[in-house]
């Protein structure tokens, strides 16, 4: 078989080390005046003005289940989705790293439900394990609205 | 010039320009069958238009060319001399259209000569090409000096038509007989036609071009952007008094606005293009329904942006068919009820403000009321009660309810389910109004009124609760400053908090809460702005903590995460760069809790500026007093909710009295159950007119209602209206006329006789608002339908509108124009001339009775005396019943 080296952009939620396939990501960028929604699902950290765009402002911590994050100059993975623009709030930008495909495994039984959620199986790096973000089941925020009603 | 031949002309200039080029790239690979076709599509395009134009001259020329061209097709060899002939052909083309396009009809003359050489060549394909070098040579100068015709023998002509079988008319006989056009005069004219063109400009075909609708939505993206860019600079400028960009950024201000207006403008497409298809989908319906129809257009120029225009498109096209279909009786119906066979529907549009208002009318039998009323009781709508005491264009607007349709029958055309429910639908998404009226026998109007465009508009900006949102100004009546302590306050009734505005109470919500992002701050706060809001007829008030400027937003929509919000119409960028929501005055409107059938009822008289009371939505305050059953009043009658210390009330001659306002206030208990709290705060509804106020004593202070009042009139109980199903409880409707005289001895005692009355409309005029509150609703539940109006003018307004009134109730004292005046204005007027007019005054004497009979008053009636009004009523009713 044939393996295939694939580029992903990591970050960090809560500890966690997430990856992306580079091919998803527009662009990383610091947050910066995020206008909060009103009446919108609790992951949607607000909107924002990226070089003349709005942008969809998702909480990654909240969407994980997790406390929400210190307040102040957030980073984000801009990505782009049915022709919106999204941004997934992150704790902290990570390196690329060049993972081959043969090294991906599946969701591991023991994963937690919220990550398993979200995941598109998992790496085993050296000292860390790397969960692979399934960026369509992470937008499905409707979904996850509907699942809570 | 016919809008038909313009079109042609932009099109024909174009697919010409591109044979003229095709043409020499054909002859340098004639083998390129590609370039042929496409050539060949062109003049045959060209042709079939000609003739449908009735451009006989052209037609046949294009015919001829198309010929020979039909022969390199099918494989005849490409000469050069071919090809000269046909550029040749196609200068003497490009001459006709330009004459047609000055002169708007074809030139008289012929062109036998191009005619009989394309024929020749095309018979004799190559032979052409070796025989008549010259002749070619010289045709080719034709445009500047045509040859003269008559060389052309009649043999040649035959042959040249049998080859290339021509249009039946080809006139023929003009080659035997030429009346070639004199050369030098042909120059002159095409000189002339040369400087008129220069001179004028009006040259069409090089006036206007073809863009892309891509390329137009994207010069509009980017003006937005400008304009957003633009407001940014502004914003920074505001921060810096004496900045010397000031100037410089006015004049960037005013070019981005003219640009913006400019682009605009390349956006906006007459509505005609969305009814090109009706007058084929009427004639069609006409044959399939045995129907004659008429189908008038006018307004067709009036420009809308094409965005909008897409939005209205389908719905028109659906109205037509319903108009058609529903609103057009069958030839024998229409015939028998006296009127002509064919019927006709009237289609128009207009500007009106920043409105484009359509009408779709027809003269048919109307709306079928009685049918309606069935329908929107089997569809669980209304109840036949509620039903019962709607005026006929309540009824009428059942219409646009869901799913609803009266048609009987399915047809083909329409009455498939998908009905005006769904126009409504498509209107109301982009912010427009659709109303009906309908006159039974003489048909139906719709009329439809949207804005001009949908990509920019101006908004209020407001703060709440830290955040900004932009409130579009369209919805914006007026703003409202208030702090505790000052003129406007707000004022609480229980929970609910309101705004006393002139007269009126306005139901407040603060914008915080209604988003939830209030947290634990406090609500309660005395200090804000209120931005008073108009939705259709729903007025209320929305509290913010601030308000900053308005400015000129571009919406832009909201991520599909969103979109489920009804409060947000979209967002946008601020000037600073920020994004902020939108909100939706309509989705506000709602969550405050009124239907969107009762908006529209009423807009439309909202609209006319004045308010027609037959909407049936009225706020009721509802109290406790005396029993703990529910109590309640109109709540535009209460001037002010009060509770006063009780130790501030006083007594004198066994009346309870207040110091309200530099006066004394009579205290009136609702009831004898009701007594004076001995202690603490006693809770008042204050009444007040012209100067004087009293107040009722009550419990409590329950609740403020917004509903649909239906007030049962079985009580025989004094100071009671009767009563009425307020939140499903039975509730007492206090009647304020009885309790006024009991605080001043001069307003007299009002008593009470109602007798069961056909429902006459009544037109009420009169310049208290507060007697019009009072007698709207006790007229209407004497049986009688009210419309007001607050002065002569506004009364003789809806007069010549033609409403149909029965009766004139008019105030005598009134400033401007009086009673006296407006009686004899209407008694002037032939219309209304027998019209009977009821005058009502405070001042009863001898000599103003006689002045009344004099200007022509039927009757006269004290203010106060409410029995002997509506027994005037009655008898002027009945007189009309009678002569009816």
């Not at chain 2, 009814?275 to 420009?303: C, F, N, Y």
């Not at chain 2, 126009?423 to 998404?429: K, L, M, P, S, T």
């Not at chain 2, 009502?840 to 009636?861: C, I, K, M, N």
Request: proline residues 4%; contains cysteine.
């Amino acid at each position: 078989m044939i393996e295939t080296m694939t580029e992903y952009v990591t970050a960090t939620v809560g500890g966690q080390l997430f990856g992306l396939p580079i091919a998803r990501v527009q662009d990383v960028f610091v947050l910066d005046r995020l206008t909060r929604v009103p009446l919108a699902a609790p992951e949607i950290a607000g909107v924002l003005n990226l070089r003349g765009r709005i942008v969809t402002a998702i909480d990654m911590r909240r969407r994980l289940g997790l406390a929400p994050g210190a307040v102040g100059k957030r980073m984000a993975i801009g990505i782009e989705f049915k022709g919106e623009s999204y941004g997934l709030l992150i704790d902290a930008i990570g390196e690329v790293l060049n993972l081959s495909s043969g090294g991906r495994e599946g969701n591991p039984v023991n994963l937690e439900p919220r990550l398993a959620r979200v995941s598109a199986g998992v790496h085993r790096l050296e000292d860390r394990l790397l969960v692979v973000l399934d960026v369509d089941r992470v937008l499905d925020v409707g979904g996850a609205l509907a699942e809570a009603a | 010039m016919d809008e038909l031949l313009r079109d042609f002309l932009t099109e024909t200039n174009e697919s010409i320009d591109v044979v003229d080029v095709e043409l020499v790239r054909f002859e340098h690979d004639p083998n390129n069958a590609k370039i042929l076709d496409n050539i060949f599509r062109l003049v045959h395009t060209i042709k079939g238009t000609c003739g449908f134009l009735g451009l006989p001259r052209l037609e046949a020329l294009t015919h001829a060319a198309e010929a020979l061209m039909g022969n390199f097709r099918d494989g005849a060899p490409v000469t050069s001399e071919a090809v000269t002939l046909i550029l040749t052909t196609i200068d003497r083309i490009k001459m006709l259209l330009d004459r047609l396009e000055r002169n708007q009809s074809e030139e008289a003359g012929d062109d036998q000569d191009l005619i009989v050489q394309l024929g020749r060549m095309a018979a004799g394909a190559g032979v052409a090409k070796s025989a008549e070098p010259t002749a070619a040579a010289r045709v080719a100068r034709v445009t500047a000096s045509p040859p003269p015709s008559n060389q052309v023998s009649l043999e040649e002509l035959e042959r040249a038509f049998q080859a290339a079988p021509g249009p039946e008319a080809a006139p023929a006989p003009a080659a035997a007989a030429p009346t070639p056009p004199a050369p030098a005069g042909e120059g002159t004219d095409a000189e002339a036609a040369g400087r008129d063109g220069e001179r004028a400009g009006e040259k069409i075909a090089s006036k206007s071009i073809r863009v892309h609708v891509d390329t137009l939505e994207h010069l509009m993206t980017m003006v937005s952007e400008l304009v957003l860019t633009r407001n940014q600079l502004l914003e920074i400028v505001r921060r810096h008094e004496d900045s010397e960009f000031k100037g410089p950024l006015q004049r960037l201000s005013n070019v981005t606005a003219e640009l913006q207006e400019g682009v605009m403008k390349t956006r906006m497409q007459p509505i005609g293009n969305a009814w090109q298809k009706l007058p084929r989908i009427v004639r069609d319906l006409s044959t399939e329904l045995g129907k004659a129809i008429e189908l008038e257009m006018h307004g067709a120029e009036t420009e809308l942006d094409r965005q909008v225009l897409e939005f209205i498109r389908d719905p028109l096209t659906h109205m037509v068919r319903n108009s058609a279909d529903h609103g057009l009786e069958m030839p024998a119906a229409r015939r028998a009820a006296g009127k002509p066979e064919k019927g006709t529907i009237r289609l128009s549009a207009r500007h009106e403000g920043g409105h484009i208002v359509i009408e779709i009318a027809d003269d048919g039998g109307g709306l079928n009321t009685e049918r309606i009323k069935s329908a929107a009781i089997a569809r669980n709508l209304a109840t036949a009660a509620q039903i019962a005491k709607m005026s006929e264009v309540q009824i009428q607007r059942f219409i646009f309810s869901p799913g609803f349709s009266t048609a009987q029958t399915v047809t083909s055309v329409s009455g498939r389910g998908v009905g005006l429910d769904v126009v409504r639908a498509n209107i109301d998404e982009i912010g427009g109004l659709i109303d009906v009226k309908s006159v039974a026998g003489r048909g139906t109007t719709f009329s439809i009124k949207i804005p001009l465009t949908l990509a920019i508009v101006s908004a209020l900006i407001v703060e709440a609760a830290g955040d900004r949102f932009a409130i579009p100004q369209l919805a914006v009546v007026e703003l409202v400053r208030v702090r505790s302590g000052s003129e406007h306050r707000i004022e609480r009734i229980k929970d609910a908090a309101v705004l006393r505005l002139r007269n009126k109470l306005l139901p407040l919500v603060h914008l915080k809460a209604l988003l939830k992002i209030d947290g634990d701050a406090d609500c309660r706060a005395e200090d804000g702005f209120i931005v008073v809001m108009q939705v259709g007829s729903q007025m209320f008030g929305i509290v913010v903590d601030a308000v900053f400027h308005t400015e000129e937003i571009v919406v832009k929509p909201m991520s599909s995460k969103l979109r489920h919000i009804p409060l947000f119409a979209g967002n946008t960028i601020l000037g600073d760069g920020s994004v902020i929501m939108i909100i939706e005055p309509n989705g506000i409107a709602r969550s405050i809790g009124n239907v969107a059938v009762e908006r529209d009822a009423a807009a439309a008289e909202h609209e006319a500026g004045r308010q027609y009371d037959d909407s049936g939505i009225e706020s009721m305050l509802v109290f406790r007093a005396g029993s703990p059953q529910p109590r309640a009043v109109l709540l535009s009658l209460v001037t002010r909710l009060e509770e006063i210390d009780v130790g501030k009330i006083e007594t004198a001659n066994g009346r309870a009295l207040v110091q309200y306002r530099g006066q004394l206030m009579p205290l009136i208990p609702v009831n004898d159950d009701v007594r004076i709290k001995n202690a603490g705060k006693q809770p008042l509804l204050v009444f007040s007119d012209e100067g004087r106020s009293m107040a009722l004593v009550v419990d409590e202070i329950v609740d403020i209602v917004e509903q649909r009042l239906d007030i049962e009139l079985v009580s025989q109980q004094l100071g009671v209206l009767g009563s009425a199903q307020i939140r499903g409880q039975a509730t007492e409707v206090i009647d304020v006329g009885y309790y006024l005289p009991l605080a001043f001895d001069d307003w007299q005692v009002w008593r009470e006789r109602r007798v069961a009355a056909a429902r006459h409309r009544v037109l009420l005029v009169d310049d208290s608002q507060f007697f019009r509150n009072m007698l709207v609703p006790l007229l209407g539940a004497a049986g009688f339908s009210v419309t007001s109006a607050a002065s002569a003018d506004e009364a003789l307004a809806i007069l010549r509108e033609g409403m149909r009134v029965d009766v004139v109730i008019t105030d005598i004292e009134m400033p401007g124009m009086d009673g006296f005046e407006l009686a004899s204005a209407v008694r002037r007027d032939p219309r209304t001339a027998s019209l009977p007019i009821i005058g009502l005054s405070s001042l009863v004497s001898a000599s103003a009775v006689e002045r009344g009979r004099q200007v022509g008053l039927h009757d006269y009636v004290a203010k106060f005396d409410r029995q002997g009004l509506i027994a005037a009523l009655k008898e002027q009713t009945a007189d009309m019943s009678r002569a009816a």
